[in-house]
């Protein structure tokens, strides 16, 4: 392989174009902040049933996708894979764009956003939240690490070992987000040890989709022709993701079924849940997983064709988070085992959400966000390499 | 200045506050923080409050414990959904599957020993008092709601609104989470919680209060004498409201 010339995108007017509808979303989504944040959460659809909504939908997507996204820099610099390596910088720019993207809107959910530095300067070390608070900032700063000792020559000897450190970071930190499920002892859907392995799993699948619509998209844009084996590769590892997502999902499942006390939340995700279940049918396991699967192995397939699937496992991602944390909270919590129970408080109920057009506009904002970041860096930073094509991908003979 | 000296300062600020009518429109937000601050002194670990609700002489339909609660505490209902609107304290119909025996009962923060509520509050703001009561720091809640999401109990409320005419003794604000404080300021004057006032003024004396650690209380006492049961006991969390009758 020839030395990787990388260099930065040229703005035409798609380029701006662009710019000014992720930056129109991003307006769209300060607007449905400065709204709740004016209001109170009471115009949103969340209530002291369902305390997280969409907000937390999407930024648990970006943050889980965001250590995913970093797969294609890790493949290369940890594992060797040399054909990566060109795409390692875009792989941990995208990662870093979602994980800014998914934190913002987390944080901008918060009742009180405007205590943010309270956040950042009190702390209980007992709780997966501040320690999650800690794994972020450390990602920003590991990755961006890694990121610059890419970009920069001089700094070139040294991104094996950041590569490494990002490496074991992100698998760290999808566990600590997997596990502020974990330590919720009361509530049913999440009384399993699996969650974390899984959120892994999905992140890996969630992030090299993202990766590829980004890859593709920015290609075609800066009309850098992308080589089909590279590809043909991705493609390949994307389906063992979607495999192995499906399976950790069927386990899940089973596992929770084997378990008697189980058996009304998992009737409920799986039957009863109306929406929820067809969210979980529909979005998470025929849209995020069989489609997807289909796509990606059906023999002759084609670049379009494995968008399609991308695009796929992403919606599939978004209703997984859906199922997770909607589902979970509207299975209502059983203080008296035994008892049928009700209440002005909504005991004993199933419980409803839907979300107002604010909290949608705060999540969008998030993928505006992180679309930006990715943008703009492609821009003023030399992250994508010059060629793309097979041949200077591929290891030349005799290397 | 550490955080318990400026806690301190504060207060004192807080009641020369109070006293400047100048200062009368900062009052309530700076009351709670001498509340904060005094009652943190007060507070005892040799003593454990707690309460013990007998669920035979609580009826159904009765609700003057949630009503004294709304009053002392100036809860009141929000303007959005009633889904929406803090509980501090509710009354649960019970039915058992098997028998169909009806029971009513109120629920509130159980004011755990191991509070989960604590355990998973990124902040701190989520603490438990040395005397056992588990309480809402609210200036340092950022409304994050893990600790809605981890109680058990589903004692928690989240303020969803900007709240007015509010009790200056019972700090409360919109995008902080808030429960039961076991009347925290009236137990600090040596008062019993409104509700279990309430309930023996109807007549009910359906719960009784008092403090656990003391084996010549009344409540050390009915404990020791007569079955009584925490909920959701198998979540080994040793709440300090107990209920007799389930
Ligand atoms: S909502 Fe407030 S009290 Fe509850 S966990 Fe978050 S910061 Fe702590």
Known sequence: MATTIFRAIEAKGGYYALLGVCGLFLLLGAFGYFQMEHHGHVITGMDNQMVWGMPHVIALFLIVAASGALNVASTASVFGKTIYKPLAPLSALLALALMAGGLAVLMLDLGRSDRMIIAATHFNFKSVFALNVFLYTGFFTIVGMYLWFMLERRMNRWSSAAGMAAFIWRLTLTTGTGSVFGFLIAREAYQSALLAPMFIVLSFAYGTALFLLTLAATCAAARRPLGGMVVQRLKNLLATFVAASLYFVAVFHLTNLYFTRNHGVEQFILVDGGIISGVFWIGQVVIGGALPLLLLLAPGTTLGRILVACAAIVVGGLAQMYVTIIGGQAWPLDLFPGYAASSSFFDGEIHNYAPSLVEMLLGLGGFAIAALIVIIALKVLRVLPEKLDDAALLPQPGE | ?246
């Open chain 2, 1 to 246: 200045m550490s955080d318990h000296t400026r806690r301190k300062f504060l207060g004192a600020a807080g009641l020369t506050g109070l006293a400047g009518s100048g200062l009368a429109a900062l009052a309530p937000g700076v009351h709670l923080i001498s509340l904060a601050a005094a009652h943190a002194n007060g507070a005892s670990s040799k003593v454990r409050w707690g309460m013990l609700v007998d669920t035979t002489r609580c009826a159904s339909g009765c609700n003057a414990c949630v009503t004294a609660c709304a009053t002392e505490n100036a809860i009141q209902p929000g303007t959005g959904r009633p889904a929406q609107s803090s509980q501090w304290i509710r009354k649960i119909e019970l039915n058992e599957f098997k028998t169909g025996r009806a029971l009513s009962l109120p629920m509130m923060c159980q004011h755990c020993e191991q509070p989960p509520c604590v355990d998973v509050c990124p902040t701190g703001a989520s603490f438990k008092r040395a005397d056992g009561i588990v309480l809402v720091d609210r200036h340092i809640c950022i409304g994050c709601r893990y600790c809605m999401m981890a109680c058990p109990y589903k004692a928690r409320s989240f303020v969803h609104e900007p709240l007015t005419e509010q009790n200056p003794e019972v700090p409360r604000g919109k995008g902080c989470v808030e429960s039961c404080t076991l009347c925290v300021q009236r137990i600090d004057k040596g008062q019993q919680p409104a509700c279990v006032e309430a309930c023996t003024k109807n007549g009910r004396s359906a719960m009784l209060f008092g403090d656990l650690n003391d084996p010549a209380s009344e409540i050390a006492k009915r404990i020791a004498t007569t079955p009584t049961s925490q909920v959701r006991a198998d979540l080994r969390l040793n709440p300090g409201v107990r209920y007799q009758g389930i």
